[in-house]
């Protein structure tokens, strides 16, 4: 299984929007609505920031969105802040029945 | 309070064994479907294995046949048994228990991963 394709890194100034894109196949972002987004600052462990494409966990700012057209999710983050600042995965079900990350986009708040 | 708290990584030679436990509390571990994720140094994460609350299990290509995940009703707690051990399964491992909504006895499961442990190292080094 392939990990997801995102891009490497994505910036922004505080204030601004921002969107990273994570691309798969039929087989896994295409077939499922199961897509979600993980952020990670350094040395820590992954944060669940969206699930089932659009859906905020409670606690997570209304500031990060998700959608799906295909097979290509995306995250958006407006308002962008500092603290905003973290690696940004994606993942999907597949139908292995396994899970599958992206490759990771770095968010730098500039 | 949900937490989850791994243990049991540390250095070890090639072709060699090693066991994570990941103890749980806050929730019952044998009614979650529960995962083990793995990063190596520097790079992104990749699902290792899932145990679900009736006990199949599934695992990616890159460990089948060598881990094993299983749990301990009694303990509350996770396990990942890794056998014949490569340079390339150096990481941090976390366990992370798959985001669920229960109500009134019946559960729904959401195929994503809302808690995760703080990690544990593993190298496999000579």
């Known amino acids: 299984q392939s990990a997801l394709t995102q891009p490497a890194s994505v910036s922004g100034s505080p204030g601004q929007s921002i969107t990273i894109s994570c691309t798969g196949t039929?087989?896994?972002?295409?077939?499922?609505?199961?897509v979600s987004w993980y952020q990670q600052h350094p040395g820590k462990a992954p944060k669940l920031m969206i699930y089932?494409?659009?859906k905020r966990p409670s606690g997570v700012s209304n500031r990060f969105s998700g959608s799906k057209s295909g097979n290509t999710a995306s995250l958006t983050i407006s308002g962008l802040q500092a603290e905003d600042d973290a690696d940004y995965y994606c993942?999907?079900?597949?139908?292995?029945?396994?899970?599958?990350f992206g490759t990771g986009t770095k968010v730098t708040v500039l | 309070e949900v937490q989850l708290v791994e243990s049991g990584g540390g250095l070890v030679q090639p072709g060699g064994s090693l066991r994570l436990s990941c103890a749980a509390s806050?929730?019952?571990?044998?009614?979650?479907?529960m995962n083990w994720v793995r990063q190596a140094p520097g790079k992104g994460l990749e699902w290792v294995s899932i145990?679900?609350?009736?006990?199949?299990?599934y695992y990616a290509d890159s460990v089948k046949g060598r881990f094993t995940i299983s749990r301990d009703n009694s303990k509350n707690t996770l396990y990942l048994q890794m056998n014949s051990l490569r340079a390339e399964d150096t990481a941090v491992y976390y366990c992370?228990?798959?985001?669920?909504?229960?109500?009134?006895?019946?559960?729904?499961?959401?195929?994503?991963?809302?808690?995760w442990g703080q990690g544990t190292l593993v190298t496999v080094s000579s």
């Open positions: 992370a228990r798959e985001t669920s909504y229960c109500s009134g006895g019946s559960c729904s499961f959401f195929r994503s991963f809302d808690y």
């Open positions: 089932d494409v659009s």
């Open positions: 145990i679900y609350s009736g006990g199949s299990t």
């Open positions: 806050g929730f019952t571990v044998s009614s979650n479907y």
């Open positions: 993942s999907s079900y597949t139908i292995s029945r396994s899970f599958v």
């Open positions: 039929s087989s896994d972002v295409g077939g499922y609505n199961y």
